[in-house]
């Protein structure tokens, strides 16, 4: 079955400062997506970064960067320079297939917060 | 382009009354999941359809049912609510289905049960 870990519930960092979101998953499915979503407290998820599977390089946008890691299975979220609004619960999310087909699994979520 | 669009954003129902939330994908996107978020349970897939034909199901009671229509527009019913249904209820979209499409989600309705 296919499975997202985040190991960190809730992380601090400090404001202009970079910050690393843990993220592994499982899953026996060759092609797969892997995304980051942030959720702030009005519940909407924006969407932040993608990789797929067969991708050879890292993806970044912007000041979000994926640290992919396939053979280790993880999928780290990298944050340069944090700024207040980052603050914010961050979902890592998987698609791939399972046995109901294609399937979109989260992980239970890293909650950030910036300190000014 | 406008987002994904879900209505109503919040909503109070009793228990053993059923509910009908809307969902209108990103222009263009045929692909239209959802989702159910709790505070115990996490963000929980329920179902995806496609050209208006359910694709994947979560593993939820057929209390939950949904259907989309011809201009991929969605709708999720939940029949005979109850107090366990109170969540967050998140509808995304992506252009087609499969598992190397980025989805885009909407703001959600929050259901409360009581």
């Known amino acids: 079955a296919q499975k997202i870990t985040q190991t960190q519930p809730g992380m601090f960092v400090q404001e202009k400062e970079a910050v690393t979101l843990d993220c592994t998953y499982d899953?026996?499915?060759?092609?797969?997506?892997l995304f980051w979503y942030k959720q702030p407290s009005s519940g909407e998820m924006i969407f932040l970064i993608y990789?797929?599977?067969?991708?050879?390089q890292n993806a970044t946008e912007g000041r979000y960067s994926l640290n992919f890691q396939k053979a280790r299975k993880s999928a780290n979220l990298v944050i340069s320079a944090s700024q207040l609004g980052d603050s914010a619960m961050y979902f890592c999310?998987?698609?791939?297939?399972?046995?109901?087909?294609?399937?979109?699994?989260f992980g239970p979520g890293t909650r950030l917060s910036v300190l000014p | 382009k406008a987002g994904v669009t879900q209505t109503p954003r919040y909503l109070i129902k009793t228990r053993g009354q059923q509910v009908t939330l809307s969902c209108s994908p990103i222009?263009?996107?045929?692909?239209v999941s959802w989702y159910q978020q709790t505070p115990g349970q996490g963000l929980q897939f329920l179902f995806e359809?496609?050209?208006?034909?359910?694709?994947n199901k979560g593993n939820f009671p057929g209390r939950f049912s949904g259907r989309q229509f011809s201009n991929s527009r969605s709708e999720m019913n939940v029949s005979t609510l109850e107090l366990g249904d109170s969540a967050l209820y998140l509808c995304?979209?992506?252009?087609?289905?499969?598992?190397?499409?980025?989805?885009?989600f909407g703001e959600g309705s929050w259901l409360t049960v009581v």
């Open positions: 990789q797929g599977s067969y991708d050879q």
């Open positions: 359809y496609f050209s208006e034909t359910q694709r």
């Open positions: 899953t026996s499915d060759p092609s797969y997506g």
């Open positions: 222009s263009g996107h045929r692909s």
């Open positions: 999310a998987m698609r791939g297939k399972d046995n109901y087909g294609q399937n979109f699994v």
């Open positions: 995304a979209s992506s252009e087609r289905t499969g598992g190397l499409n980025t989805i885009y």
